[in-house]
């Protein structure tokens, strides 16, 4: 089992960068694909990025593709999303999530834990 905790929300103006952190404990934090999702109020929670075990491998929703960017490593047991260039609808609450699948997914279901996730807002 594998506990984590995402911080570095918070409010930033629009075309402002935030990153995002995702602490992992328990399990070996390499055994894991990671992802980050999103969900805005009303909406369904929505893929974001995911990245695989040794991070040779990323993957991004087609809205964020070019702004945002998925790292992790692997020594501090952490995940990262750098966003830059953020839009009003970027406003969302972020989650970090772990799988152990055999690889990538934009699936939040194949995600087997999450994070209490934290609280991104963009003012336009």
Not at 49 to 75: E, H, M, P
Request: hydrophobic share 35%; glycine share 12%.
């Amino acid at each position: 089992q594998v506990q984590l905790v995402e911080s570095g929300g918070g409010a930033v103006q629009a075309g402002g960068s935030l990153r995002l952190s995702c602490a992992a404990s328990g399990r070996t934090f390499a055994s894991y694909i990671m992802g980050w999702f999103r969900q805005a109020p009303g909406e369904e929670r929505e893929f974001v990025a995911a990245i695989t075990r040794i991070g040779g491998g990323t993957y991004y929703a087609d809205s964020v593709k070019g702004r945002f960017t998925i790292s992790r490593d692997n020594i501090q047991n952490t995940v990262y999303l750098q966003m830059n260039s953020l839009k009003h609808e970027d406003t969302a609450v972020y989650y970090c999530a772990a799988a152990l699948m055999s690889g990538v997914s934009n699936d939040k279901s194949r995600y087997d834990y999450w994070g209490r996730g934290t609280q991104v807002t963009v003012s336009s």
